[in-house]
Nanobody
């Protein structure tokens, strides 16, 4: 099983980034896909998720209206479009796949929002 995140980087406040996660080694369409993030000195927190079958999306209150999660089951990818970024969005962002207790993580990608 592999989850490989990409798209992180340095962006100014108010800017945008698009994170992607490429999945392999499991039946992607059956899994709920989630994005988490972990800022320095803080616990990892859930950001957003999207179900496999019907694509229902959920967001943390802190990112609602600014971030958008999407998935492509044919390509086995999940993305996170991040707009109106704030310094408090600075964190390592992780891709996660979960189904009936099976839980897989990527290695993370750094997002830094700073002027």
């Amino acid at each position: 099983v592999h989850l490989v995140e990409s798209g992180g980087g340095l962006v100014q406040p108010g800017g945008s980034l698009r994170l992607s996660c490429a999945a392999s080694g499991f039946t992607f369409r059956l899994y709920v896909m989630r994005w988490y993030r972990q800022a320095p000195g803080k616990e990892r927190e859930w950001v957003a998720d999207i179900t496999g079958a019907d694509g229902r999306m959920s967001y943390a209150d802190s990112v609602k209206g600014r971030f958008s999660i999407s998935r492509d089951n044919a390509e086995a990818t999940v993305s996170l479009q991040m707009n109106s970024l704030k310094p408090e969005d600075t964190a390592v962002y992780y891709c996660n796949a979960e189904r009936y207790g099976s839980n897989y993580w990527g290695q993370g990608t750094q997002v830094t929002v700073s002027s």
